[in-house]
């Protein structure tokens, strides 16, 4: 039986997944030897059934326990050896982010047979001098991240980690496709729509289609696209003249000269980046906005110095140069140099958790203030060539990585803005070229994030057409798999976890009537996408698409699309936002909700199973779609969205009694989802993943609304389904990045982080003080 022990030992420390999260306010905790038994007793009683004191504690040789005394770590780590007994072979998802071959230098004799059990599982990590630290104390937090690494490798018992117990199988035997980083859920539908996609691209092949028709440009397009012989025999030579002009440019004036023929000729500027979208504060007006020099790592990896990083790096910018012409050791140098200046853009660059927050990223700058930014720069003159230049502001996103870039662009540094813009350009047209280019970022790749082989010729030519004329197939994708029943389903499903919702806010305690009145006012004006778009996107009939026989290529293809679609919103600059309009592809397997639009987006790419089925219970299709639907209508009040009214515009709603109690809860968030160990070594960042929490629990707790209404709901259904569409693997170096880059949190602490803080988890599987998945009712957390 499970004793209270330990649930009372670990109510604010456990984490019911990947590991511990460590808080802020806890004080390390040497254990005692008796605790670490006291704890095996309790985490271990099901692993071997029912394991005994003292075969986990066998004492000193004079006999005696010492169980008041600090434990070393080698002992800890015998006696939890003992309490799981042998452990199992590790393999797939384990096998890929375990630590292996390591042989510790400090183990002695009698440790050796219960730390090899351990190593060989893959849950150890030693010091830079190949030793474990023996003789090192261990707190209770570190211990507890031990057991939960045993429980992960086991999977066996849902009531320790409930999301590895659903999905073990699964994660035993999942595999990486070559060129991939990561495998799930959604890469598995991702491949099942492109496989329905393949099948239409090549059925168009061959066929006597009138020229200008979508489906002769899209069979011309995959044509040339799939043509390795032509595009490799071109090399560089698409991009040829843009590398002169920048090797030639013998001033800054004449290097921007020849970064604005970039832009005006391929829709694509190295040394200005500019998107246009809504005003944040008004937001039925398209603006121009102003994003800043873009860097080639994560932030934390500069910051750092990443040997790895930088070295990978560093070796893919010199072949992008040496490409371009210049000799080994030149461009190793002026690689250095490069990586240098990104890391100085770095430095001052927002935070991850601050790039959503609209009072640091809505900066309007007059055409005046953004010239006087750039000393040496005319930006007057240069926006004018971009086609900008009739914007009555430019709002800056970052305003000190646009200070630094701005400070950046001189005389001085001309020598290494030219080898940055080389470099990239290079990146963002390296798919399009020669398999000489597209090798380098291949090889950057597998080495800093782990990537074994890679795509085929087909997978990049199918990718190529998908990007580039997604409308047409986003229109025929949605003729041929989607239907009508399915359409209306969501849509129905949609408006009643709308109505459950507001049935929640309502209820809310903490929040006064004039901001729920406000929130209910935002929420009844969400405007719901299911499935694909009342009108398509015909910008493509304006494009002209070539074989390479007719003198195209995929460079020209690509980039004849991509200019068209810049030219438009470029012309849509200062006009009414088309509210309407998709932002993102049919066949995307995801949904999405728009701060501006006060919009959420479900493409018919993602409803299929596991995420929806027509023929499957409701419990399960309300736990996979339906608690992604909620996800989404949360987002319009997670920590950024909150920050905008029901039009769409960056406006406060709130009370401000109301707004202070809701950044208290979110800080609460932020500590309960922060410092979650996802693979060995790796933890969580609650800061970072903030805004992706807050729509998790909310979304989920929409969801189970809408369930508690049903006759006899399944919450076992619900909740085994959510976890079954949360399912992913990664290698180890892309999930450790993960953990320091991304918004949304690790599946692991996504699923098991989130279902504790409700009762119907409890009920349905009966968790109970002293499981690993048990947080007491005190110490759960809710917002929505």
Known sequence: MKKKFLSLLMATVMI?????????????????????????????????????????????????????EPAKKIEALVMLSRAFGELPKPTGNDLRVGTFDVKFTDVPAWAQKAIGNLAQAGLLTGKPDGTLGVNDPITLTEFHTLIARVWTLQGSHLNDDFYTTMNKKWLDQSTIPPGEMMNGSIFELHRLNTDKITAMIEGLAGKPFAAGTKERKLADFYAAALDAEQRNKQGIEPIRKYIAAIDGAKTL??????????????????????????????????????????????????????ATAKNAYVEQVA???????????????????????????????????????????????????????????????????????????????????????????????????????????????????????????????????????????????????????????????AEKHFSAQAKKDVEQMVQTTIAAYEKRIQAL??????????????????????????????????????????????????????????????????????????????????ALYSQQNNDITIPAGILQAPFYDVNAKLEQNLGAIGTLIGHEISHAFDNSGAAYDEQGNATNWWTEEDLKKFEEKCKKLIIFYDGIEIIPGVVS??????????????????????????????????????????????TKPFAAMLSKAASHPASKVRVNRTIVNFPQFYEAYGIKPGDGMYVAPEDRVSIW
């Open 16 to 68: 019911l997944s990947a590991g511990v999260p460590v808080y802020a306010n806890d004080a390390p905790s040497l254990a005692t030897r008796g605790q670490i038994v006291n704890t095996l007793s309790t985490a271990a009683d099901a692993y071997p059934p029912d394991v005994k004191k003292e075969a986990i504690i066998q004492g000193y040789q004079d006999g005696k326990l010492r169980e008041h």
């Open 253 to 306: 004036t004449e290097l921007v000269q020849a970064d604005l023929t970039i832009e005006k000729n391929i829709g694509r500027s190295t040394l200005f980046r500019f998107e246009i979208m809504g005003d944040f504060k008004n937001s039925n007006q398209n603006a121009i906005y102003f994003t800043g020099l873009k860097i080639g790592l994560d932030k934390d990896s500069y910051a750092a110095d990443d």
């Open 319 to 477: 072949k992008y140069l040496v490409l371009t012409g210049e000799k080994e050791s030149a461009a190793q140098a002026r690689a250095e140099k490069v990586y240098e200046l990104e890391k100085s853009l770095a430095a001052v660059s927002l935070e991850r958790y601050e790039q959503g927050d609209v009072n640091k990223i809505y900066n309007p700058y007059t055409i005046a203030q953004f010239d006087e930014l750039y000393k040496e720069v005319d930006m007057t003159q240069a926006l004018k060539s971009m086609e900008v230049g009739h914007a009555d502001k430019i709002i800056v996103i970052d305003t000190k990585l646009a200070q630094k870039g701005a400070e950046l662009m001189t005389e001085v540094n001309l020598d290494v803005l030219k080898a940055y813009a080389k470099t990239q350009l290079l990146a963002e047209t390296g798919l399009l070229l020669s398999d000489e280019v597209r090798d380098v970022a291949n090889h950057f790749f597998a080495a800093i994030y782990g990537i074994s082989g890679k795509k085929t010729d087909k997978e990049l030519a199918i990718s190529a057409t998908r990007s580039a004329m997604s409308p047409y197939l986003e229109q025929m994708f």
């Open 509 to 590: 305690a903490w929040m006064s009537e004039a901001t729920k009145a406000n929130a209910i006012k935002k929420l009844k004006a969400i405007h719901v996408k299911v499935g694909y778009p009342d009108k398509w996107d015909t910008t493509l009939d304006r494009v002209a698409i070539k074989t390479y026989k007719e003198g195209g290529s995929l460079f020209f293809n690509s980039y004849a699309a991509t200019t068209a679609y810049m030219d438009e919103k470029k012309a849509s600059l200062g006009k009414p936002v088309d509210k309407k309009k998709w932002t993102t592809s049919v066949d995307t397997v995801n």
């Open 685 to 730: 960042n609650g800061k970072n993943t903030l805004s992706e929490n807050i729509a998790d629990l909310g979304g989920m707790a929409a969801a189970l609304e809408v369930v508690s209404e049903l006759d006899n709901p399944d919450y076992k259904a619900f909740f085994a389904s959510y976890a079954a569409t949360e399912k992913t693997t990664a």
